[in-house]
């Protein structure tokens, strides 16, 4: 398949709360360094192709990009790579962040925040992005702990008029019902692809009947994960990119948008020629033989 002229526009849209958004987003994680991610001493992207990414993005029709105060590098961080490329943010964009881990300034975790340090969380996310409010903030949690209070604390600030909408990331089932107990839920983000936590595969279904949109990650980096993508794809995976002249990123993409119209793909590269072929994989659709040879693989995933 040809990637170059594709826009985003091709992958359909979401409502995020009142927010309408292409299913064909970016995702911002990779943008302040080369090579792994959210690891001290990262090696610091150069900024420009940062920015050209993040333009060329917009330019293709991406209006959603999902980032983080503590994606940085050393020298780079992705939510001021945003405001430098984007600002003055187009009417439509929409920017989804994320909150409840951090990092010390020189990039080592620190302990997840609670109830009383979100708010500052959220101010800084503010001050990066030179906004004064954030489109969509995620409880990102980790374990399967109570989330109420520090949900209750976001729903405050959302009351505040600091965020628009609410969502969440990492989660069980039961834990997005005690958060939609709390105020509304737009959107989950959990790891979940091809053969990547099958056992997600309720979750993402159980989203689409609650009309809650589900915004996987690491979908093409799969067991890479924060290291990056890894050569090894399944031969099910490189078959079924063969038949379409489509690369298994694309295909990776296709399937996940092939799971409800309430997925959103968050793609994240700093390569030029990666993000056009990502926004392409919008428009590939896959055969519903090509749909079961990739359910096989995704199945052998399973209790892996
Ligand atoms: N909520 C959470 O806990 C959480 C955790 C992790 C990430 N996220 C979010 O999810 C987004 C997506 O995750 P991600 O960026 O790690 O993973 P991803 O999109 O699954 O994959 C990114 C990796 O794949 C490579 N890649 C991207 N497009 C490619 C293509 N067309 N062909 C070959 N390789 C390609 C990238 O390298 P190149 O740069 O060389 O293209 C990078 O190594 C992140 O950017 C972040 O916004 C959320």
């Known amino acids: 398949m040809t990637s170059t002229i594709i826009t985003a526009a091709a992958s359909g849209t979401w409502k995020l709360g009142d927010l309408e958004v292409r299913r064909i987003g970016f995702g911002a994680m990779r943008l302040p360094q080369t090579g792994p991610a959210l690891v001290p001493r990262a090696v610091p992207r150069d900024r420009d192709q940062a920015v050209a990414v993040l333009r060329r993005a917009v330019e293709l029709g991406v209006n959603h990009i999902d980032t983080a105060a503590f994606y940085f590098s050393p020298l780079r961080s992705a939510n001021e790579l945003i405001d430098r490329a984007l600002a003055p943010y187009p009417d439509d964009l929409v920017i989804t962040t994320k909150v409840g881990p951090g990092r010390d300034l020189r990039g080592h975790w620190l302990p997840h925040a609670g109830p009383g340090e979100l708010r500052g969380q959220v101010e800084e996310n503010l001050r990066q992005l030179g906004r004064d409010h954030l489109d969509v903030v995620n409880l990102r949690v980790v374990g399967t702990d109570s989330l109420a209070d520090r949900f209750g604390a976001l729903a405050e600030l959302r009351e505040a008029g600091l965020i628009r909408h609410l969502g969440l990331s990492n989660v069980t089932p039961a834990q997005l019902a005690e958060a939609r107990a709390v105020a509304p839920v737009v959107c989950v983000q959990n790891r979940y692809g091809i053969a990547v936590r099958p056992d997600q595969d309720a979750v993402v279904r159980s989203?689409?009947?609650?009309?809650?949109?589900?915004?996987?990650?690491?979908?093409?980096?799969?067991?890479?994960?924060?290291?990056?993508?890894?050569?090894?794809?399944?031969?099910?995976?490189?078959?079924?990119?063969?038949?379409?002249?489509?690369?298994p990123a694309q295909v990776r993409i296709a399937w996940t948008l092939r799971r409800g119209p309430h997925v959103l793909a968050i793609p994240g590269t700093g390569d030029p020629a990666h993000l056009e072929s990502n926004v392409a994989a919008g428009s590939l659709r896959l055969t519903a033989e090509d749909l079961a040879l990739l359910d096989t693989v995704h199945r052998q995933a399973e209790g892996g």
């Open 207 to 247: 989203c689409g009947e609650q009309g809650i949109a589900f915004v996987p990650f690491y979908s093409i980096a799969a067991d890479g994960g924060q290291y990056g993508a890894e050569d090894a794809d399944a031969p099910g995976i490189r078959q079924v990119a063969l038949a379409h002249g489509a690369t």
